[in-house]
């Protein structure tokens, strides 16, 4: 089946430097990418969505500034968090779709700890 | 705008019995119609995916169905085990690639 790699796995970073989070279609190619946010207890949150080689698309109230996304091609995407601070760490999730089924596949997920 | 429901929110039975998670969606015009389950600290798993033209899917011990002009759709789980112990996510679809509108889940706890 359709399998997404996202990494690093878990992230400890200091407050003020950035952070950066992949997110790779294995076996078809990803069209379009999701990149969601959860909190604890909570559901997803959605955060942007992109389409390779073209700009993302922001959730209102998410800063595209300090979340970069970038899908330079149709196998990898990429979340920055620039500049992060202690209320950035959270477990951040990246989705794909684009596999023949018409499902969507998510990768394992990043919990990022901000210091 | 998309809602989706889940119910119940959480739920708690001895391992070996059967069990019905419920969804349900209020604009029926939906491509598909996907079932997750998230483990703690882990990413999403895709259990099951109906298509809109679909009434049900089955994998092993999962089974959901779709009712669409209803908007809702039921995952039963058959003779539960307790590593059937997750939230399970129902999500659906408006197609072309477009974002996933996700449920509020329901936490399944199986015990011994």
């Known amino acids: 089946g359709a399998v997404v790699s996202q990494h690093p796995s878990r992230v400890i970073c200091k407050s003020g430097t950035s952070v950066k989070i992949e997110c790779r279609s294995l076996?078809?190619?990803?069209?379009?990418m999701f990149w969601y946010r959860q909190f604890p207890k909570q559901s997803l949150m959605l955060m942007a969505t992109?389409?390779?080689?073209?700009?993302?698309?922001?959730e209102q109230g998410v800063e595209k500034d300090k979340f970069l996304i970038n899908h330079a091609s149709l196998t990898l995407s990429t979340l920055t968090v620039t500049s992060a601070h202690p209320e950035d760490s959270s477990f951040y999730i990246c989705?794909?779709?684009?596999?023949?089924?018409?499902?969507?596949?998510f990768g394992s997920g990043t919990r990022l700890t901000v210091v | 705008k998309q809602e989706v429901t889940q119910i119940p929110a959480a739920l708690s039975v001895p391992e070996g019995e059967n069990l019905v998670l419920n969804c349900s969606f209020t604009d029926s015009a939906i491509y598909n119609l996907q079932w997750f389950r998230q483990d703690p600290g882990k990413g999403l798993t895709s259990l099951l995916l109906i298509q809109s033209s679909q009434r049900e899917q089955t994998s092993g011990r999962l089974n959901a169905s779709l009712d669409k002009s209803s908007g809702r759709s039921t995952l039963y789980i058959a003779a539960s085990q307790p590593g059937d112990s997750a939230t399970y996510l129902c999500?659906?679809?408006?197609?072309?690639?477009?974002?996933?509108?996700f449920g509020t889940g329901t936490q399944l706890k199986v015990e011994l």
């Open positions: 992109s389409n390779e080689g073209s700009k993302a698309t922001y």
């Open positions: 989705s794909a779709s684009g596999d023949r089924s018409g499902g969507y596949t």
């Open positions: 076996d078809f190619q990803a069209t379009t």
């Open positions: 999500a659906v679809g408006p197609g072309g690639g477009n974002k996933l509108t």
